[in-house]
């Protein structure tokens, strides 16, 4: 069964505009997330962990466990921001990573 | 910044032949991951280590793959006999005491 489900597998927005990127979770514990940004051709960078509550580049994410839900939202996308966007379920103690499939935002001029 | 270091960054095989991919993960960092990503799919877990041992593995993770840290700094993944389906870019991550994965650029690995 799917632990992480990212519905959208690409997104498209032009510069300025608000962008939400879903997460859903399905865990029985209390829910570990992070959000993992991969630019072209480059390495998975952690972008957001929801322990953290901190805003990074801009973007935001809250967990909602009543909607088992981590999406990630910038205000005003720009077009640097343009990447795969991975959102991870820690599970274990041995802090294994579940990822889900991806979401790959363009922001256009 | 500190880095994990991956070599190579591409390796071409051919089916049944023996891959070593090698990591240089962060020097103070205790815990050492293996993930992969096939083309078009998710990142999926392989194999944690910690204290010179596996601590966890997938069933991705079978008697054809096994990792070493054979002299504290390097860690490898080898792939004993690789076959078509192992084709898939490997990504290797280090942690230290905190939550933080360090993510290496990765190994895009082609079988042929």
């Known amino acids: 069964a799917q632990r992480v489900t990212q519905p959208e597998k690409l997104l498209s927005v032009f510069k300025g505009a608000p962008v939400e990127l879903k997460c859903n979770y399905s865990y029985s514990g209390s829910p570990e997330l992070f959000w993992y940004v991969q630019y072209s051709r480059q390495r998975l960078q952690l972008l957001l962990r929801?322990?953290s509550r901190e805003s990074i580049k801009g973007f935001t994410a809250d967990l909602n466990k009543g909607e088992t839900s981590f999406h990630l939202k910038k205000p005003f996308a720009q077009e640097e921001d343009s990447a795969m966007y991975y959102c991870a379920l820690k599970e274990g103690g041995n802090y294994k990573l579940t990822f889900g499939k991806g979401t790959l935002l363009t922001v256009n001029p | 910044e500190p880095e994990v270091t991956q070599t190579p960054s591409h390796q071409v095989t051919q089916m049944g032949q023996e891959v070593i991919l090698r990591c240089v993960p962060i020097s103070n960092h205790l815990y050492f991951y293996w993930y992969r990503q096939i083309l078009g799919q998710k990142v999926e877990f392989l194999v944690s280590?910690?204290?010179?041992?596996?601590?966890?593995k997938s069933e991705i993770f079978d008697d054809q793959f096994s990792v070493e840290r054979p002299d504290g700094s390097n860690f490898t993944l080898k792939i004993r006999s690789t076959k078509l389906e192992d084709s898939a870019m490997y990504f290797c991550?280090?942690?230290?005491?905190?939550?933080?994965?360090?993510f290496g650029s990765g190994t895009r690995l082609t079988v042929v």
């Open positions: 929801h322990i």
């Open positions: 280590f910690y204290n010179n041992e596996i601590s966890e």
């Open positions: 991550a280090s942690r230290g005491t905190d939550y933080g994965y360090t």
